[in-house]
């Protein structure tokens, strides 16, 4: 899939140290070899750890930055469809937020797919490109001279180029050097909780997501094209789980409370909680908004620099639009900081305004009392019809418009 056009000749020694081989990393190397950059990409996992369970949605507008580097049939081989069906507690449906529409107006269509598997087609792009990724190198510092920057690894080497880019996530080394006063993460007292299933009764693909607003939570599933149930939900915590209380504690928990909550809602409920063969669990945390998304010779794009919770699936897709725009202001501008200044201008208010509407929608989650659920079941379909019209101005973005 990788074209090779629109070289800028001024760049064609510039090198990149890129940080963080998720999706974002292998997809900003390829939009830097477009433009004549050099990239070498550093990964803190080994090259074998597979082990991202969390699926995630992908919305039009991160498809369409995707679809110029990897075949999006290819990430169609475990996926569900983006398409929603939303029932209350007694079963019935009481709106549709269907994706047919966007495949006519944005040229794809909303899927949900393994993280591991988004990230390995987006590493194989890159090799095919000729895009060298080091793996288990764990990024502790960097430093910086007149005319270049060096990052030093916790394995004792170092790698040298002209800038840094951070792609390192939510939880982000970079940032933490570049920022350490400003860039502590606030734990939201939510947990993002999911799974996988094999259910008898749920052994053929379903044609979209069930979002169920049961008697006293939420809850939601689908069926893969494999047959496997995908579900995931919101669990609050008080107290921030520790890293190792999320394995030995707290995936037991989130079960039983999950069948609690639910065991006077649908049976298929109770039978996919209770059939759940890997439960993931992922604390959500609030990254407070940065002035700065650079510093020197040093940027941050994606949830490093704007992190987001997931309850509106933009975090990949934002990630991936400003690897589309992060290239253009440094093919535009010979100057790295002015270019890393143009950059945070064109994606800043987007970023946040995209921030702050997945932060109102997790507030809708929780349990309601029986007056605002009918008014919820009378009014939903109409709020999703206008969704659609709202949702446009986060879809219909391109590097064009630039919206």
């Given at each position: 899939?990788?074209?090779?056009?629109?070289?800028?000749?001024?760049?064609?020694?510039?090198?990149?140290?890129?940080?963080?081989?998720?999706?974002?990393?292998?997809?900003?190397?390829?939009?830097?070899?477009?433009?004549?950059?050099?990239?070498?990409?550093?990964?803190?996992?080994?090259?074998?750890?597979?082990?991202?369970?969390?699926?995630?949605?992908?919305?039009?507008?991160?498809?369409?930055?995707?679809k110029?580097?990897?075949?999006?049939?290819?990430?169609?081989?475990?996926?569900?469809?983006?398409?929603?069906?939303?029932?209350?507690?007694?079963?019935?449906?009481?709106?549709?937020?269907?994706?047919?529409?966007?495949?006519?107006?944005?040229?794809?269509?909303?899927?949900?797919?393994?993280?591991?598997?988004?990230?390995?087609?987006?590493?194989?792009?890159?090799?095919?490109?000729?895009?060298?990724?080091?793996?288990?190198?764990?990024?502790?510092?960097?430093?910086?001279?007149?005319?270049?920057?060096?990052?030093?690894?916790?394995?004792?080497?170092?790698?040298?180029?002209?800038?840094?880019?951070?792609?390192?996530?939510?939880f982000?080394?970079?940032?933490?050097?570049?920022?350490p006063?400003?860039?502590?993460?606030?734990?939201?007292?939510?947990?993002?909780?999911g799974g996988?299933?094999?259910?008898?009764e749920?052994?053929?693909?379903?044609?979209?997501?069930?979002?169920?607003?049961?008697?006293?939570?939420?809850?939601?599933?689908?069926?893969?094209?494999?047959?496997?149930?995908?579900?995931?939900?919101?669990?609050?915590?008080?107290?921030?789980?520790?890293?190792?209380?999320?394995?030995?504690?707290?995936?037991?928990?989130?079960?039983?409370?999950?069948?609690?909550?639910?065991?006077?809602?649908?049976?298929?409920?109770?039978?996919?909680?209770?059939?759940?063969?890997?439960?993931?669990?992922?604390?959500?945390?609030?990254?407070?908004?940065?002035?700065?998304?650079?510093?020197?010779?040093?940027?941050?794009i994606?949830?490093?620099?704007h992190?987001?919770?997931?309850?509106?699936?933009?975090?990949?897709?934002?990630?991936?639009?400003?690897?589309?725009?992060?290239?253009?202001?440094?093919?535009?501008?010979n100057?790295?900081?002015?270019?890393?200044?143009?950059?945070?201008?064109?994606?800043?208010?987007?970023?946040?305004?995209?921030?702050?509407?997945?932060?109102?929608?997790?507030?809708?989650?929780?349990?309601?009392?029986?007056?605002?659920?009918?008014?919820?079941?009378?009014?939903?379909?109409f709020?999703?019809?206008?969704?659609?019209?709202?949702?446009?101005?986060?879809?219909g973005?391109?590097?064009r418009?630039?919206?």
């Open positions: 899939m990788y074209t090779y056009f629109d070289v800028n000749k001024k760049a064609m020694n510039k090198k990149v140290i890129i940080i963080g081989a998720g999706v974002a990393g292998p997809i900003l190397a390829l939009q830097l070899k477009k433009i004549g950059f050099q990239s070498e990409i550093f990964e803190s996992r080994s090259e074998n750890n597979t082990n991202e369970g969390v699926f995630l949605g992908i919305t039009p507008n991160g498809l369409n930055v995707l110029e580097f990897i075949d999006l049939e290819k990430l169609k081989e475990d996926y569900t469809p983006g398409s929603m069906k939303f029932f209350n507690a007694r079963g019935k449906q009481i709106a549709e937020l269907g994706t047919a529409y966007q495949k006519q107006q944005y040229g794809v269509e909303t899927l949900q797919l393994k993280r591991a598997n988004l990230n390995k087609y987006a590493r194989f792009a890159a090799a095919e490109a000729g895009i060298k990724i080091e793996y288990g190198k764990r990024f502790i510092s960097y430093s910086e001279s007149d005319d270049q920057v060096t990052a030093y690894f916790e394995d004792g080497t170092s790698a040298t180029g002209d800038i840094i880019i951070g792609c390192d996530g939510m982000s080394e970079v940032r933490k050097q570049m920022f006063e400003t860039s502590v993460i606030r734990y939201t007292k939510l947990i993002s909780t996988y299933a094999k259910v008898a749920l052994s053929e693909p379903l044609d979209s997501i069930r979002m169920i607003f049961g008697e006293r939570g939420f809850f939601a599933y689908s069926v893969s094209d494999k047959g496997e149930v995908w579900w995931f939900n919101n669990y609050f915590r008080e107290q921030e789980p520790q890293p190792q209380e999320i394995e030995k504690t707290v995936k037991t928990e989130i079960k039983n409370h999950l069948a609690e909550i639910h065991k006077n809602d649908d049976p298929l409920l109770s039978s996919i909680i209770r059939n759940s063969y890997e439960i993931i669990a992922y604390p959500i945390y609030d990254l407070p908004s940065l002035s700065h998304w650079y510093k020197g010779r040093v940027c941050l994606g949830d490093a620099a992190g987001i919770s997931p309850h509106i699936g933009q975090g990949a897709s934002l990630a991936l639009e400003d690897t589309a725009v992060i290239a253009e202001q440094l093919k535009l501008n100057e790295y900081e002015a270019a890393f200044q143009a950059f945070q201008s064109r994606r800043q208010f987007r970023v946040e305004k995209i921030i702050k509407s997945a932060r109102k929608v997790g507030n809708t989650k929780t349990k309601t009392n029986p007056i605002a659920a009918w008014f919820r079941d009378l009014f939903i379909g709020f999703i019809h206008k969704q659609i019209r709202q949702l446009d101005w986060i879809y973005w391109t590097l418009n630039k919206k």
